[in-house]
């Protein structure tokens, strides 16, 4: 089993950066994906971006260029948001997978909210 725990989240003005951290515990070396999703209000969640153990990442097309996903080992991971919009709004989720995916899904955290205002 593998945990998450998300942070960072916050209030920020249009423009704005914020930078959310996951820390994983449990079963960590059977990681081998992580990424953020994000859920707004009424909508379903979708993928922010990803990254796998051998370092390939993939982004939504809505944020590449603004966000940045890292990792530290497969235990610390942090995504990195410049030139927030208030569509960027939601819930952040950090996600986990034991495969090389795209979208890991295997173990979720709690979320984050973000709000970015106008």
């Known amino acids: 089993q593998v945990q998450l725990v998300e942070s960072g989240g916050g209030l920020v003005q249009a423009g704005g950066s914020l930078r959310l951290t996951c820390l994983a515990s449990?079963?960590?070396?059977?990681?081998?994906?992580m990424g953020w999703y994000r859920q707004a209000p009424g909508k379903q969640r979708e993928l922010v971006a990803a990254?796998?153990?051998?370092?390939?990442t993939n982004y939504a097309g809505s944020v590449r260029g603004r966000f940045a996903i890292s990792r530290n080992g497969m235990n610390i991971l942090k995504l990195q948001m410049t030139s927030l919009k208030p569509e960027d709004t939601a819930v952040y989720y950090c996600?986990?997978?034991?495969?090389?995916?795209?979208?890991?899904?295997?173990?979720w955290g709690q979320g984050t909210q973000v709000t970015v205002s106008s």
């Open positions: 996600a986990a997978d034991t495969r090389l995916e795209t979208h890991p899904a295997d173990y």
């Open positions: 449990g079963s960590i070396f059977s990681i081998n994906a």
């Open positions: 990254i796998t153990r051998d370092g390939s």
